[in-house]
């Protein structure tokens, strides 16, 4: 049997695809990383949208509250129950939020050990080294984020406690005089809000930010935004 003769030009061609994909493939094994960047980023978006549903709840309890002592009516039992339910939703939005922060937490975690671990793949000590120091500026930035996001989660715990005793209290005397001996509390609680809410609104923007300059899809050049720490919440 006749063997057929493969010409060197085609061999050559052979080779130059096979070499073509494995540089792809190989890349693709050593650059899997920002995937897990993507994903931190996607947390960090994902954790502001849930703060943000959290202002939002906490904005509709106070002003559910606001009209139970403002704009009654007739029957308090109908705008106490309207309270209620928004106080209800606003517990639920705390513990999602909760929740959705100790994931962005983990996401990051698991972005910074998977960076650590391919810096020992870098030979090139100079390349390395700007590697290592990004990613130690990565590292600290994740470390402020989840600071100030676990102290807004510190004030906003006892917010919802102070407003849980408020209808427990309103609960058991549900009367004019009832309301009126609760007043110094429910204005007590407003300024709280009011404070709780600015923190929110800052941890948000934050986020936001911080995810930006994460992501692979686009440069993010985000303007710096004063900081404003979280108001501890007052008992009376």
């Known amino acids: 049997m006749k063997l057929s003769r493969i010409r060197p030009s085609r061999i050559n061609c052979y080779i130059t695809i096979l070499a073509a994909f494995a540089a792809v493939h190989l890349t693709g094994c ?3 990383n920002y995937k897990k960047g993507d994903a931190a980023a996607n947390s960090l978006a994902t954790a502001s949208a849930e ?7 906490l904005d509709l309890t106070m002003g559910s509250l606001k009209d139970l002592y403002n704009d009654p009516g007739p029957d308090l039992k109908q705008p106490f129950q309207h309270f209620s339910t928004c106080l209800d939703r606003l517990v639920s939005a705390a513990h999602r939020t909760e929740s959705t922060g100790q994931r962005m937490a983990e996401k990051n975690a698991a972005f910074l050990l998977a960076w650590q671990k ?6 090139f000590e100079h390349i390395r080294d700007l590697s290592q120091t990004r990613m130690l500026e990565v590292s600290n930035r994740f470390d402020v984020v989840n600071r100030r996001y ?3 989660q510190a004030v906003m715990q006892p917010m919802v406690g102070y407003l849980l005793d408020l209808r427990r209290a309103l609960g058991s005397d549900l009367t004019k005089e009832g309301l009126d001996s609760m007043k110094g509390v429910q204005q007590n609680a407003e300024t709280n809000a009011l404070k709780v809410q600015t923190a929110l609104g800052a941890l948000s923007t934050e986020l936001v930010e911080s995810g930006g300059r994460l992501s692979s899809m686009a440069y993010q050049n985000p303007q710096q ?4 720490e979280p108001a501890a919440v007052s008992r009376q």
């Open 30 to 32: 050593t650059s899997a």
């Open 51 to 57: 703060v943000q549903a959290e202002s939002r709840a």
């Open 118 to 123: 391919q810096l020992g793949e870098i030979e």
């Open 150 to 152: 676990l102290d807004s």
């Open 225 to 228: 935004q004063p900081h404003q």
